[in-house]
Each structure stands twice: as structure tokens, then as C-alpha cells.
């Protein structure tokens, strides 16, 4: 698998091979797929000549009530590791490929509603071996039915959810194998307002064919309220094999957030906070997060940056033993959650985190970040995004985890494909080097996208 290494020269230079095109604007393609509204097509006055046009809207009647959308996503990514987890990955040198195709097929007839979602998804060079979550092989994605009753939508079966900013659920869109639940929810819309209710259980990703079940340990239910400019929601969490700090047991977690976000004039913001409660293995739980983003777009400037900070401060478990469980649980979170390298996740962490996007061209953007990390408490490790224990307090006395730094460039070569490319790198700080190999990480990612 050395030989991935080649590609980023050939990304480079594929922008002078091909010829770039005009996004295609209604609707915008989406990671779940089945909030794109295909629907308007039957007026003409909307289609644009696009030949996708075609695929998008096949009636199946004279008046145009029963129709049928398809759709497809090929993507091909390469990520390549110098020193993963600072050097104590079992293959810290690693480079692998994922491959997965994901088409669709939505079907509408009057108020009901079918859509399918087939995966396959497979994985080459991955060391030691390949997890469920690199390569599933062929599997349902996503299958419902759903039912429009006036104001209120029904939907049973297995879908992907993609809740806010997706701090806390999300599509993990980012990994080979996407995540998705088996279950139901309804959607009320009352005026400007929508409230989703839910309950359903996670898709275990296996290695086999046709093989991925609901999860038997883990369950979600909650209410989410969006309001302009605004979400409320509380998320009711259970796992019956859940793990903190080597101890075991039943977790039952309860979370309540309020996210405002908005834009006026040049200047935009996303505000979000969450407390967490409930009772895991005999212990309370006691545990919250705050995130913050402002960015601020300079449209007459050169390049029409945008700039952005976010900062993000999430509670881990202060005294062991003491009764009450701080470490936050970010449940079901976006799999990049910090950036194309994202070797801790949203646990007991104080982040820091400035960045700019640039616009080279039209169809070609430059994105600079970077990020610096801390823990909450000294009491407590760092996390993977999962929130797998990766490193344990042990007896180090430092806060600060480490910095890093990452470029992303990203090539709109035509409506249908995107090229990107990014760079990164993970310098490790105090308390690594206090608790075991303490080595900086460097990754190269290349992506080839292709949906229609």
C-alpha cells in the first residue's frame, strides 16, 4: 500500500486535465439522500436541463402523483498515517484505501413513501485488519417507509439521522461505513417550527454480507425542536455494556441542549449547549459541553476569506471513585469531527480551534485550521470520537494534549465529482509525552466523490 503515496502528485495534478462546470444549486445534495425534494421537477418551469434531471424524476402516471427518484454515490478515499496515535497504534505506518457505492431508489406514491438504500463498502491495506467500520461489504444502508398525514410525517425502518450540527448524532459521514438506526419518528411541523420524535437502536456494522443487525445493548430516543435560528431537544441515551475508566455496567444517560445559530450581514454564529444526567454502574452523572463558532466572510477582499473560530469545552470525570461519572458522552457524534485527522474525540477537552477558507476559483477552495487541545480534568484521559478510553490519566500532571495543523483543498471539477485533498498533522504535548509514546502523527488524505 506504499505505493497510495504516488496519488497526491496525481491529485495535483488531475486540475489541468479536467474541465470544471457550474454547481448545480436545487436541491443541494445531502448525506442522507432522502431530504432532497426531487418532487418539484414535475413543473418544468424548475428543471434546469441537467441531464441528472432524468434520473431525478421518473413519473409513473399521467398526473405525475406516483414517481420514482434514483440516485448513486461512488466514493473512492485514500488516508495515509505516519506515527498513528503518536506512535502506539498497532500499525502506526499504515495507508489504506475504501471504496463504497451507495445507490438509492425513492419512490412516491401520493402521501407514502419507500426509499432504499443499498451499501458496499470495502476496504484494501487496512492494518492489522479491517473493521466494521472500514468495510461491511454489500448491506442495507438505509430502508423506510414513511406516511404524510397533514402536518405530521411517520417514518418506520432503517435510516440515517443527522440531528443539528451533529455534535451528538450524526451520519458519520466522514468513515467508509456510514451510521445508521433502525426505528421510528415522526415529524410534527407547526408553522415555522418542526419537532422530530424518535426511538430507535443503532446498525451494528459487521464484516459479512447482509449481516448488520440493531444493536441489542444500545438505545436513543429524544425529542428535537427547530426553531429559526434556534434548536431545542432532549436525547435520552441507554447502553447495557457501556465502560468508563475500567469499570463496567448499565448506562442511562439524559441530555438537554439549546443551539442558537444564525448570520447577519458578514457575520455568522452557532452556539451550542448541552447538560448531560443519569446513572451508569451505581455512579450519578453529572457532565455538559459548551461550543461556540463565530466566522466572519470578507466578500470584497482577495480570495473572499472566510474566518472562523470555535472553541469547545466538554467535562470529564474529575475524582474517580467519588460517586458522580463527569465524563461527557457525545453519543452518536460526526465521524470528522475535528477535521480530516481526528485522533481524539468530544471528551473531557478544552479546544481551541482557528481556521480560514479561501477561494482560489470559483469550483476550488483552500481551507487552513488549526488546533489546540487540553484536558478538562486532570482526573480523567483522552477519547477517541467512538468514546473509547485511548489514554489514561495515569499519573501525569499536565493538561495540554497537543496542537495540530491541517490543510484541505477542494476541487468542484464538474456538478457530479469533487476532488479533495488535505494534510495534516498532530504534535504531541505534555501529557502525551507523560503517559506513553508521545511521536507526531502526520496524515495525507485524497477523496474522489462522484453523486448524482
Known amino acids: ?87 502506539g497504534a498497532s500499525a502506526p505506518d499504515d495507508a489504506y484505501l475504501w471504496l463504497r457505492v451507495a445507490p438509492y431508489i425513492d419512490l412516491h406514491a401520493g402521501p407514502v413513501r419507500a426509499f432504499v438504500q443499498p451499501i458496499a463498502a470495502y476496504a484494501e491495506g487496512v492494518a492489522p485488519s479491517a473493521s466494521p467500520v472500514d468495510q461491511t461489504r454489500t448491506d442495507l444502508l438505509q430502508g423506510f417507509v414513511e406516511v404524510e398525514a397533514g402536518p405530521v410525517t411517520l417514518r418506520g425502518g432503517r435510516q440515517m439521522l443527522s440531528l443539528g ?23 410534527v411541523h407547526l408553522g415555522r417550527a418542526t419537532v422530530s420524535l424518535f426511538a430507535a437502536h443503532p446498525v451494528q456494522a459487521r464484516a459479512g454480507t447482509f449481516d448488520d443487525r440493531s444493536s441489542p ?29 475500567g469499570v463496567g455496567g448499565r448506562e442511562e444517560r ?75 458522552n457525545a453519543l452518536f457524534p460526526k465521524g470528522k469531527y475535528f477535521g480530516e485527522l481526528s485522533p481524539i474525540g468530544p471528551t473531557n477537552i478544552i479546544n481551541l480551534h482557528p481556521g480560514v477558507s479561501l477561494a482560489l476559483r470559483d469550483d476550488l477552495s483552500l481551507g487552513v485550521a488549526g488546533m489546540a487541545y487540553w484536558r478538562y480534568s486532570k482526573g480523567d484521559g483522552i477519547y477517541d470520537i467512538p468514546g473509547t478510553l485511548i489514554r489514561g490519566p495515569g499519573e501525569a500532571t499536565a493538561r495540554f494534549i497537543g496542537k495540530e495543523v491541517e490543510a484541505a483543498l477542494s476541487w468542484q471539477a464538474t456538478p457530479e465529482l469533487e476532488l479533495s485533498t488535505s494534510l495534516s498533522a498532530f504534535g504531541a504535548g505534555a501529557f502525551l509525552r507523560q503517559t506513553g509514546p508521545a511521536k507526531t502523527i502526520t496524515m495525507i488524505g485524497l477523496e474522489a466523490n462522484y453523486r448524482i
Open 1 to 87: 500500500m506504499r505505493s497510495l503515496f504516488f496519488l497526491p502528485a496525481l491529485l495535483v495534478a488531475t486540475p489541468a486535465l479536467a474541465q470544471g462546470g457550474e454547481a448545480w444549486q436545487p436541491p443541494t445534495l445531502t448525506n442522507t439522500r432522502y431530504d432532497e425534494d426531487w418532487g418539484k421537477l414535475a413543473d418544468p418551469a424548475n428543471r434546469t436541463g441537467r441531464w441528472t434531471e432524468q434520473l431525478k424524476y421518473i413519473p409513473l402516471d399521467a398526473d405525475g402523483s406516483t414517481w420514482v427518484g434514483t440516485g448513486v454515490e461512488l466514493r473512492a478515499r485514500m488516508e495515509s498515517f505516519g506515527d498513528n496515535l503518536w506512535g
Open 217 to 245: 445493548d444500545k438505545a436513543l430516543w429524544g425529542a428535537y425542536a427547530t426553531l429559526p435560528g434556534l434548536d431545542l431537544y432532549y436525547l435520552g441515551y441507554r447502553n447495557r455494556a457501556a465502560l468508563f475508566g
Open 254 to 328: 439524559h441530555s438537554l441542549g439549546l443551539r442558537s445559530h444564525g448570520a447577519s450581514g458578514d457575520w455568522g454564529w452557532n452556539v451550542e449547549g448541552v447538560y448531560q444526567f443519569g446513572r451508569f454502574a451505581g455512579q450519578d452523572i453529572r457532565a455538559w459541553t459548551l461550543g461556540s463558532e463565530v466566522s466572519r466572510r470578507f466578500p470584497a477582499a482577495p480570495l473572499r476569506p472566510r474566518v472562523t473560530m470555535r472553541f469547545n469545552i466538554i467535562s470529564g470525570d474529575r475524582h474517580a471513585g467519588d460517586g458522580t461519572l463527569g465524563t461527557f
Open 165 to 187: 450540527t451533529e455534535r451528538l448524532v450524526g451520519t458519520r459521514y466522514g468513515p467508509n461505513v456510514p451510521l445508521a438506526f433502525d426505528g421510528g419518528r415522526a415529524d
